[in-house]
């Protein structure tokens, strides 16, 4: 090997490093098998609370940066989320690199679980984008270390009534903090998106008398709403210029941006949906400054991880019940938190996840 080869090497690796540093991670692991065509990363970013858990991503990157990139923010992403919910869960996360269409396979899912063996129990799988149930069952198949599983499998089964149950909790904490009282009757609240969450938490609210708008691009979804709950129907064009208290996104990311700012007339926003902002400092920020509280979506949507936790002990639905009830309280100490430091919600609960780990990472020292 040339001396450049060896130095373009060493700068290739040091740019791995350098996002480790970056990001404050503990372990990358990158996995290969020519065989069945798995090629993988698994990040582990924090172990100081507990084992790293979080989902397999099957993706069709356009190049491995992307996907490294990915793996990273994702895992850092699960590490703040299981803190800020009291989990003994640190954060972790893998990508599987490829067209799930076209590679996936048997062979492949469980060569995938035997790398995940490996770890020894330091990195927990679970579902995400491109992987389903039965593929966690291929990849239980070579490994314990998987959660997420349906009921039948011993599993927790579908998170979704617990993430709304959790909505819900930090929605009325929210409406304490607005309104003085955390009654959500007569409270105007546009719940877009009535999948699995959002119709729980339609239910929810149309038992305590809310006054609903809904949208769904599934015409379906929508009248069940309407005929079911009482829901009004409402319309992309019009949707974010309603008159409201309480916008719950639980549908897609990143609906929280410059052009529903620059409409949306509501006290609160409150909802399930995975990185809401559109830009985490510049719309966190332009929340603020309207005067909207922004309840942040990995302290509302906790549930999820909540119920996969209850999962590692033996599954009863009531204890991730009960512990998704806490949300609310999680909900009030970032709202107290940013309103004492002056800062944007989304840090102020940054802030605590860190602290809580931070906090527990003394304790630990006297092993
Ligand atoms: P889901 O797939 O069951 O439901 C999503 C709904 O959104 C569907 O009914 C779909 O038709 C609708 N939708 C899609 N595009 C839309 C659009 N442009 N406008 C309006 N509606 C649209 O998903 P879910 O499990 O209910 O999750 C909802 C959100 O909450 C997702 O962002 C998910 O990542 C997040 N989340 C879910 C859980 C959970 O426990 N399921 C946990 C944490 C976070």
Redesign the pocket.
């Known amino acids: 090997m040339e001396v450049t080869d060896v130095a373009q090497t060493a700068l290739a690796q040091h740019a791995v490093i350098g996002k480790m540093l970056e990001y404050n991670h503990e372990q990358l692991v990158f996995c290969n098998d020519n065989d069945s065509g798995l090629k993988a990363i698994v990040a582990v970013h924090n172990t100081v609370l507990g084992p790293s858990l979080g989902g397999t991503r099957f993706w069709n990157y356009n190049n491995e940066a992307e996907a490294l990139i990915d793996v990273l923010r994702l895992s850092r992403g699960m590490t703040y989320k299981s803190s800020v919910a009291g989990l003994n869960l640190g954060g972790g996360k893998a990508v599987i690199i490829g067209d799930p269409k076209k590679v996936k396979s048997e062979a492949l899912l469980r060569r995938f679980g035997k790398f995940i063996n490996t770890l020894g129990g330091k990195y927990i799988t679970a579902e995400d984008v491109g992987v389903n149930t039965r593929d966690m069952e291929m990849i239980h198949n070579e490994t314990q270390y998987v959660a997420g599983l349906p009921v039948s499998m011993g599993g927790g089964g ?3 009534p ?2 709304a149950y959790g909505v819900y909790m930090s929605m009325k904490a929210s409406a304490k903090e607005v309104f003085g009282s955390d009654s959500l009757t007569g409270k105007k609240i546009l719940v ?8 729980h938490l339609v239910e929810h609210l149309a038992k305590e008398k809310a006054v609903l708008y809904v ?4 015409e379906e ?1 929508v009248k069940i709403a309407v005929e079911k709950h009482g829901a009004t129907a409402t319309t ?1 064009d019009n949707m974010f210029s309603l008159a409201i208290d309480v916008y719950a996104p ?4 990143a609906t929280v941006n410059d052009d529903t700012l620059s409409k949306l007339k509501c006290a609160i926003i409150c ?4 990185n809401q902002l559109a830009n985490e400092k510049t719309h966190g920020e332009l929340v603020t400054k309207k005067g909207i509280l922004y309840a942040p979506d990995f302290v509302v ?5 909540i ?1 996969v936790y209850y999962e590692l002990d033996g599954y009863v639905r009531e204890r991730a019940m009960a512990h998704a009830e806490k949300i609310y309280d999680t909900t009030w100490n970032v709202i107290q938190t940013a309103k004492t430091e002056k800062i944007p919600t989304y840090i102020a609960a940054n802030r605590l996840a860190e602290q809580r780990i931070e906090a527990i990472s003394k304790i630990k020292i006297r092993y």
Not at 192 to 199: D, E, I, K, R, S
Not at 271 to 274: D, L, R
Not at 301 to 305: D, F, K, L, P, S
């Open positions: 579908d998170p979704s617990v993430t877009q998106g009535l999948g699995n969450v959002g119709m949208y769904d691009i599934s979804r992309p639980c549908a897609l990311g909802g399930a949906a995975n949507n906790a549930g999820g991880i119920n």
